[in-house]
């Protein structure tokens, strides 16, 4: 059985940055589509960002794009959020997913997702 647990989150001031990671065991970590998403307060889970498995292709929501940045490092079996130029907006819980399906690029990760607990992000003005 797969486990993501993310960690990195905290809090921060606006304008600052925080790095977001996330540790997968359980299944091969290559061939898989994987991103993040998170969740504020009386709203619904959006996409934040996707990576595909060779970490060629990457999809940004509008919110963040120039802003975070996401890798992954396959010998590690681990993924990455940098975070900058933070605002209150984007406080949130931030969760870890994999896709199901290998070696099929998902970029707004709308699969079959395995989730992680999630991780607080809190920004302050």
């Known amino acids: 059985q797969v486990q993501l647990v993310e960690s990195g989150g905290g809090l921060v001031q606006a304008g600052g940055s925080l790095r977001l990671s996330c540790a997968v065991s359980?299944?091969?970590?290559?061939?898989?589509?994987m991103g993040w998403f998170r969740q504020a307060p009386g709203k619904e889970r959006e996409f934040v960002a996707a990576?595909?498995?060779?970490?060629?292709?990457?999809n940004y929501a509008d919110s963040v794009k120039g802003r975070f940045t996401m890798s992954r490092d396959n010998a590690k079996n681990t993924l990455y959020l940098q975070m900058n130029s933070l605002t209150p907006e984007d406080t949130a819980v931030y969760y870890c997913?994999?896709?199901?399906?290998?070696?099929?690029?998902?970029?707004?990760?709308?699969?079959?997702?395995?989730w992680g607990q999630g991780t607080q992000v809190t920004v302050s003005s």
């Open positions: 997913a994999v896709a199901q399906r290998r070696w099929v690029w998902v970029p707004r990760l709308n699969d079959n997702n395995d």
């Open positions: 359980g299944r091969t970590f290559s061939g898989y589509s």
């Open positions: 990576i595909n498995w060779s970490g060629n292709n990457l």
